[in-house]
């Protein structure tokens, strides 16, 4: 769809059609807290937001307010080590990055017999491919399927060098008494 899009209309056609739908696109965004999204719905999350800074930055400033929390939700979630996410209402229960969820015990048993990213549903994950164009002679091509929680992480990394490619001087130049530069009360 990027390229179709991206390629058949200006820039600022596409700026205009999208800047008269941001309210419902933030609302859809970033309606729900991002730990309570299932990973899939996490990733789509991070692809669109991703899609949106890199090619119109200016939807999405660095200093809106739903992005900034968006950002240190993932950055809190994605600096808590595997099995230390523990949910209190389900006890035993974990959640490890690479999107394994079950008992607690099972993880451990798991870790220690060195086979826990096994990643078994690979078989059923969708290969490389390249699909035809709507634009006559051009191919889209359809990266390679990987599994939710490794995804999560591409797609994470993909969002973050849009935000630092695209709000390059407010990223680096970012005051420490502002919540771009504010540094994590639990970080020092």
């Not at 229960?93 to 993880?107: E, H, M, P, R, T």
């Not at 990266?143 to 390059?168: C, D, N, Y």
């Amino acid at each position: 769809m990027k390229l179709y899009m991206i390629d058949s209309m200006p820039t600022k056609e596409i700026e205009e059609l999208l800047s008269s739908h941001m309210s419902t696109i933030k609302r859809l965004l970033f309606a729900r807290s991002l730990r309570l999204l299932p990973l899939p719905e996490q990733v789509g999350v991070f692809d669109a937001l991703a899609f949106l800074i890199q090619e119109i930055p200016s939807l999405v400033p660095l200093s809106d307010q739903h992005l900034l929390a968006f950002l240190s939700e993932f950055l809190k979630m994605s600096s808590i080590g595997d099995g230390d996410m523990k949910d209190q209402n389900v006890s035993g229960y974990v959640v490890d990055k690479n999107g394994f969820v079950g008992l607690a015990q099972d993880w451990e048993s798991q870790q220690a017999r060195g086979h826990l990213y096994d990643h078994t549903c690979g078989v059923f994950l969708r290969r490389e491919c390249a699909a035809m164009s709507p634009v006559e002679g051009s191919y889209i091509i359809i990266p390679e399927e990987l599994p939710s929680g490794v995804q999560l992480r591409v797609s994470g990394l993909r969002l973050f060098r849009a935000v630092i490619r695209r709000h390059v001087d407010e990223f680096f130049d970012a005051d420490s008494a502002t919540p771009v530069g504010m540094p994590s009360p639990d970080c020092c």
